[in-house]
């Protein structure tokens, strides 16, 4: 296992940023797995929702709706906490990946400019290797952070609609209307 002392030689001046990254969108891609996982679980959405709209079963349904609406956005809003963070890294660690690219192609070419005699390739390794190596941990931060923005969204969205339709469901029974089970196709 590295140290960082080494990630810092191996990935120059964009290890610190490199592994914050990292570290960050480990953490929150963790984190949402199991707040999400616990949520898909229980279904404490569609429950307190129901709940909160028997709460207010006195008044009219239109506001019954409105009441469930806001408490709702405020629910997919805590359920996508992080989302965006996780995003922003996902945007943001390839693009640091490409500035070490830059940064070691400068290095290579300070060597070349001030080395009179003939070009050796262990001269251009060193900055051409943290080119390299800089692009690919900026992409390896980037894939697991794009899949877990668009899967999270998704799983979060799945909750959602999930709780509106039970929500609806109780809402139409509060107002007398049953909703029977649809017709078996053969």
């Known amino acids: 296992m590295m140290n960082y002392s080494q990630l810092q030689i191996e990935l120059g001046p ?5 592994v914050a990254c990292a570290l960050v969108a480990a953490m929150i891609i963790m984190e949402r797995l199991v707040m999400l996982s616990y949520h898909s679980y229980k279904r404490t959405l569609a429950a307190g929702g129901m709940a909160l709209l028997h709460a207010h079963k006195e008044y009219a349904k239109p506001l019954r709706e409105e009441i469930v609406a806001v408490w709702l956005h ?14 922003i890294i996902a945007l943001v660690a390839p693009l640091l990946g490409l500035l070490g ?31 390299m190596k800089t692009t ?38 509060l107002d007398g209307v049953g909703i029977g089970v649809w017709p078996a196709t053969a």
Do not use: C
């Open 14 to 18: 964009l290890a610190l940023p490199l």
């Open 74 to 87: 405020g629910q997919k809003q805590r359920l996508a906490s992080g989302i965006r963070l996780l995003q």
């Open 101 to 131: 690219t830059v940064i070691g192609l400068i290095q290579v070419f300070d060597v070349i400019g001030v080395h009179s005699g003939p070009i050796e390739p262990a001269m251009l390794a060193e900055g051409l290797g943290m080119a």
């Open 136 to 173: 690919a941990v900026g992409l390896i931060i980037a894939v697991p952070a794009v899949l877990g923005v668009h899967g999270f969204q998704l799983w979060v969205d799945k909750l959602v609609a999930i709780a509106e339709h039970g929500i609806n469901v109780d809402n139409l029974k």
